[in-house]
Every structure is written in structure tokens, then in C-alpha cells.
């Protein structure tokens, strides 16, 4: 996939790629596809009497991206755009699972297409904190900070990110320890708790 033809000097080619700006979307042979389903994040969500009443196929999330070398490669920068839909298992609002990354150094550009939600961080020291995100935001991630976004609003939340192509997904850390505050609905808001 990732093998290009030799091209010959000054050829200007067409694009392959696409990015839709309004949408998010990418549109390309390179792209690449992937979900997440509720029943896969089932132990992420606190209020497992809630959970038991949805649907464990749903799909939470889905993730567009495009990594232009091998995964691993030093010196490389992927793009992706993640899709969250709107909704809640208890007061918990959907999210993604959240990560650090393998190379725990490494930071990471967010910015927000459309929709409302708050990327929440958490550094080693297990604090966190977090960011509203809504059309036009930009967040940096710094490095040893774990982080996940979840979906406080009505409709979708999308958002793009940029990241080192050799950062990796530490994603054990969190499925064992998970985040120190979770993001509930409180009175129709959105708040980060404790627990
Ligand atoms: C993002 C995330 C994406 C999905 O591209 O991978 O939003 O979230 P999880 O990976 O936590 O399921 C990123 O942070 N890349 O490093
Ligand atoms: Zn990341």
C-alpha cells in the first residue's frame, strides 16, 4: 500500500487523498477504517446496569485515518479523524477508550470539526483535567498524558488528530486502571467527577 512508483521529475499529480473540511471525512486508497463497539468498551463504562440495557453492537465510535509509513517508523506523522456519537450509558457520555501512548513522550494535535464534547487528560501523576472542544478548537496533547474525548452534545462530535507515527497506543494502562474522572451529565451539564 504504502509502496509509491518512482515518479518522474516535475510531474504534478493529482490529489489521491481527501480531506473534507466541513465534515471531516477522508476519501482515499490510503484511508484506512476501524470501530468501536459499546460491547467492546463494556467494562470502561461505570454503570453496568445501564449498560446491560443497550445494544452491546452498537457502534460508539469509528476512526478514519492515514498513516503513510509503517507503523513504528521514526521521523513519520499520521492523520485521523474520529466520529463519536452522541449518547450516554447511564450519565456517562459515550468516548473513546483513551490511551498513553507507547512512546510515552510523544504529544498529539487535536482539533475539533463539528460537534460539542471535552477531551479529558491525565497526567502520570493520575490528575485530570479537561478541554471543551467545539468547531474551530485546538488542543495539544503533551506527552505522558493520557487522553480520551467524550461526546456532550447532540449530535456527532468530530474531531481530527495528527500524531507521530512511531507514538504507538499504550491502551493496557488504561483498560486496568482506567481515567481518575469520568465525565457525567449533571442537571443537563457536562462535569468531569471523580471515580
Ligand atoms: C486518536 C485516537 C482516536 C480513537 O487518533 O486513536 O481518537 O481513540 P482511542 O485510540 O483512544 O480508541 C489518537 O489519539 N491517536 O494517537
Ligand atoms: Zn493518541
Given amino acids: 500500500m504504502n509502496q509509491k512508483q518512482e515518479i518522474p521529475a516535475n510531474t504534478i499529480l493529482k490529489p489521491s487523498q ?26 470502561y463504562y461505570m454503570d453496568q446496569a445501564a449498560l446491560q440495557k443497550l445494544d452491546p453492537n452498537e457502534i460508539i465510535y469509528r476512526v478514519q485515518s492515514h498513516m503513510a509509513v509503517p507503523e513504528g ?25 483513551g490511551h498513553f501512548h507507547s512512546k510515552p513522550e510523544c504529544g498529539e494535535y487535536y482539533f475539533c470539526i463539528k460537534g460539542t464534547g471535552v477531551l479529558i487528560l491525565m497526567n502520570r501523576q493520575r490528575v485530570c483535567r479537561g478541554e471543551h472542544m ?13 487522553h480520551r474525548v467524550a461526546n456532550c452534545g447532540n449530535e456527532e462530535l468530530v474531531f481530527s488528530a495528527c500524531w507521530p507515527s512511531d507514538a504507538g497506543h499504550n491502551y493496557e494502562e488504561i483498560e486496568k486502571n482506567g481515567f481518575s474522572s469520568r465525565l457525567l451529565e449533571h442537571h443537563g451539564a457536562a462535569q468531569l ?3
Fill in 73 to 97: 517508523s521514526p521521523g513519520g506523522i499520521y492523520f485521523g479523524t474520529t466520529f463519536i456519537k452522541p449518547g450516554q450509558v447511564g450519565k456517562e457520555y459515550f468516548m473513546t477508550k
Fill in 18 to 43: 481527501f480531506f473534507k473540511i466541513t465534515r471531516g471525512s477522508m476519501e482515499g486508497s490510503e484511508v484506512a477504517n476501524s470501530q468501536r463497539t459499546l460491547g467492546e468498551m463494556a467494562s
Fill in 193 to 195: 467527577v471523580n471515580g
Fill in 134 to 146: 467545539a468547531s474551530g478548537t485546538l488542543h495539544y496533547v503533551p506527552g505522558e498524558t493520557a
